[in-house]
């Protein structure tokens, strides 16, 4: 089964086995957060402005269900 998910929130990305980056609505790179944070600078850079927001001693955890999945039809 595949599952869309439109989210914003990278903490809760950050579990996913694969995440695909858009940058102005053009496909820039696709992978694991582990290998998207050290070679695709669109992610690795809002990685870092949220990291910097919250403090690097906040809890992940705190996303919880803040991004929906959507089932892709087929």
Sequence with gaps: RT???ICHDLSY?????RI?????GRLVDSG???ELIGRCE???????ARRARRGDSSNDEEAGDA???HRLAG
Excluded at 20 to 24: P, R
């Design 3 to 5: 599952t869309l998910i």
């Design 13 to 17: 990305m950050e579990r996913f086995e």
């Design 20 to 24: 695909f980056v858009l940058d102005h």
């Design 32 to 34: 694991p957060h582990s």
């Design 42 to 48: 669109a992610y690795t850079t809002l990685h870092v």
């Design 67 to 69: 991004c929906e999945p």
